[in-house]
């Protein structure tokens, strides 16, 4: 979930408006590019590993009406459809003031699907068309894929980037710009070129509203995801490139670990492993003949979510240019698939055991 200021707000207008030469849809030896998207910037599998839900962050609809909605991508036939949404408002979903579904307009960003204590799975979704907003959706099957029930929503006191639901039915979800109102992005400012906090992580309980989780001022708070228990929370500091751990109940860091590029989403591998993803920087900071270690290039990394050690699972200097912006890596049998904020694609890459953190 990109959230870096001028240098790299500039770099995305300039790769939408000229992308750069990189391998064409389909099969290249151990990659398959999957064309077809738009702007798939956060994953999530079914709970039967079928499909992939994929959000659509078109950046140009931010606060407007002009909705990306979310992308329903069959693992098996290899292709991509919109996914339908139905409304029934539910009292046990969102915070009462929820004013109603915005419909076509949504502008997804970051998302987490979790099953409920009443056994439905839940797909909470960040929107920034219309209003700034966690949606509330429950993920249904429907011929011939899957359909999503809007339920609530809880209406936002900033911009969210990410969220995490926890077992009560709330979440956790990061404010990049919780502490600046949002100046920063695509300018350059005070807090944005320093090394002051910019945002945090905030806690919604259903029927208390949000609180501020201690500890968690930052510099771009990004992706973030909670343990199955809820009580380990796991936060990316994307400008510092680090990935933090924190114990939700005793409001504390406990650790945290470095990975060399900017990290945006993560997603849970296993259990006890998390996979992280991210751009390497910003073109303005690069050399003018180096497009592999900028915008264009990016890394994944493995984390151990016990012992917080990180272990490099891919980096793009290895091979061609494969897409713009990466934002995310999910590990699906013997595959990750890769995700990112700019772009038409899904990229698919070996998931290699031998490389797993330890």
Not at 90 to 95: E, L, Q, R
Request: contains cysteine.
């Amino acid at each position: 979930m990109l959230s870096l200021g001028a240098a790299l707000a500039g770099a995305m207008a300039q790769q939408s408006a000229t992308p750069p030469h990189q391998l064409g849809c389909g099969i290249h030896g151990h990659i398959e590019v999957f064309c077809g998207a738009r702007q798939p910037e956060d994953l999530e599998r079914t709970p039967d590993e079928e499909f992939l839900i994929a959000t659509e962050f078109l950046n140009q609809g931010r606060g407007g009406a002009s909705g990306g909605g979310m992308l329903l991508f069959d693992l098996a036939k290899k292709t991509f459809s919109r996914m339908p949404e139905m409304v029934q408002r539910d009292k046990a979903w969102g915070d009462a003031a929820c004013p109603g579904p915005v419909g076509e307009a949504l502008v997804s960003h970051g998302s987490s699907l979790a099953k409920r204590r009443d056994g439905k799975w839940a797909l909470y979704v960040v929107n920034h068309g219309v209003r700034q907003s966690i949606e509330m959706f429950e993920l249904r099957k429907s011929a011939p894929g899957r359909a999503l029930v809007w339920h609530g929503c809880d209406v936002a006191l900033h911009e969210y980037n990410d969220v995490a639901i926890l077992p009560d039915g709330g979440f956790v979800g990061s404010y990049p710009y919780g502490l600046t109102d949002g100046v920063g992005r695509g300018q350059q400012s005070g807090a944005a070129s320093s090394n002051a906090p910019t945002g945090y992580v905030a806690r919604w309980t259903p029927g208390k509203g949000e609180t501020e989780v201690p500890g968690t001022r930052m510099r771009f708070p990004n992706g973030v995801v909670v343990s199955a228990d809820g009580r380990y929370m796991y936060v990316n500091e994307f400008s510092a490139k680090v990935v933090h751990q924190f114990d939700l109940r005793a409001h504390s860091e406990l650790a945290h670990v470095e990975v060399d590029f900017l990290p945006d989403n993560l997603t849970w591998a296993s259990p006890d492993r998390l996979l992280v993803a991210g751009v390497k920087g910003a073109r303005g900071n690069c050399p003018p003949d180096s497009d592999r270690a900028c915008i264009d290039g990016f890394g994944v990394a493995e984390i151990n979510a016990a012992t917080m050690k990180a272990r490099p699972m891919f980096d793009s200097a290895s091979t061609e240019p494969l897409m713009s912006g990466v934002s995310v890596a999910l590990k699906v049998n013997d595959f990750i698939y890769l995700g990112a904020f700019l772009g038409d694609r899904i990229v698919r890459i070996p998931y290699r055991k031998s490389d797993a953190a330890q």
